[in-house]
């Protein structure tokens, strides 16, 4: 096992050049794009409103609820923005702890705001709304299961559609964390030990641990999709060889070819192109739209704060009795463009101030020259 010394190309003296701050316009616009699927998606599933309308517009509806994912596009996304403003950084234990409580609070906070608004909503709406939308009681148990991001590990409800996601988010930031660290103090006869371990991991969930839709509680069961996006950078910023990526590409066609799943496949399309657009260069030029680049800054609070909004919406339109399919219609348009306004308003008062605390807490505990973890 060799040690780093100081004049490794990742030491601390070099981890202090500026970050590549350059806006990354396309990445931007897959992330509103995604955020919109995933809010028609719930908006399709989740009664009452789309029963009600149902008459009028239920083949569109069905479409929707069927094939309106895109949370895959979230994870090819997320791990090229974290290994783009990451990877080039000495890694350590300390390190680690510092971005664990960066990251609690870059997620945890918005989270945990919405799990306060999701409970007050549904104090609204028991009673009104279908039990499977507002749940069972809270328990303490499922609370705290929700503070540690541990909820569908233990077998407890979501309180809200979405809260799944960031807690694989969490867990698969901090795998990527400890690959890092494994990689900046343990190598073995000039082999990247890390790159070993990830490659093994993802064939492993390629062709085991993906094929159990019971085990999607787990990073390990998404890990290819957010790979393939660390894989892109390293492809794109030159720090790798561009036939990494393509070599990826054909473990993730193996294992389609192995067993079908829809979801890897699409994750496998968005890479290609995401590699092209980076790799050529305009992915930071097009489209150039202050909207699209708008719905893109707030798709995480969008995507947080939506379901609370379609809930409100819901309940006040079966208390007033506004239940014909055309107000079901008009009730999910304005649950729609009051969900952009409340995540618009939630990112300025509740996301930012997040990541400024987030900032702030870790950043006062780093030396001079040292590396403070960006959250993405």
């Known amino acids: 096992m060799v040690f780093f010394s100081a004049k490794s190309p990742r030491s601390p003296i070099a981890s202090t050049k500026p970050t590549n701050k350059q806006r990354l316009v396309f990445l931007d616009a897959l992330r509103a794009l995604a955020s919109i699927a995933i ?24 479409w929707l609820m069927h094939n309106a994912r895109a949370t895959q596009v979230f994870f090819v996304v997320g791990g090229y923005v974290m290994a783009r403003s990451m990877a080039d950084k000495i890694w350590n234990l300390r390190q680690l702890r510092q971005f664990l409580l960066q990251r609690y609070c870059r997620l945890g906070i918005p989270y945990l ?93 390629l062709f085991y641990f ?53 979801r890897l496949a699409m994750a496998a399309v968005v890479g290609v192109i995401v590699y092209v657009a980076e790799k050529t260069g305009w992915g930071s030029r097009w489209p150039n739209s202050p909207l699209i680049a708008k719905l893109g800054r707030i798709s995480y609070s969008l995507f ?50 997040s990541i400024r605390i987030a900032r702030t807490l870790t950043a006062p505990r780093q030396p001079s020259g040292t590396f403070c973890p960006q959250a993405t």
């Open 210 to 262: 993906n094929l159990d839709s019971t085990l999607e509680n787990w990073a390990l069961y998404f890990f290819p999709y957010f790979y393939m996006g660390i894989i892109i950078n390293r492809a794109v910023q030159r720090k790798g060889p561009a036939k990494e990526f393509w070599l990826f590409l054909a473990l993730i066609a193996a294992a389609l070819s192995y067993e079908w799943r829809w």
């Open 39 to 62: 809010v028609l998606h719930h908006f399709a599933l989740y009664a009452p409103l789309p029963d009600l309308a149902a008459p009028l517009i239920g083949p569109l509806l069905d």
């Open 113 to 205: 705001v919405t799990m306060a608004f999701v409970l007050i909503t549904y104090v609204f709406a028991r009673g009104w709304l279908p039990d499977e939308v507002t749940g069972g009681q809270l328990t303490l148990r499922q609370l705290l299961a929700h503070l540690f991001f541990i909820q569908g590990i233990i077998g407890e409800e979501n309180l809200s559609a979405g809260f799944w996601f960031i807690c694989i988010n969490f867990q698969l930031g901090l795998l990527y964390v400890t690959l890092l660290c494994l990689r900046d103090t343990a190598r073995y006869r000039n082999c990247d030990i890390s790159k070993v371990v990830a490659w093994g991991l993802a064939a492993f969930s």
């Open 304 to 353: 947080l704060v939506h379901f609370p909004v379609l809930v409100l919406v819901a309940t006040a339109y079966v208390r007033l009795e506004w239940t014909s399919p055309e107000a079901a219609v008009a009730g999910l348009i304005t649950a729609f463009v009051l969900s952009i306004g409340a995540a618009a308003a939630f990112h300025r008062w509740v996301e930012t101030p």
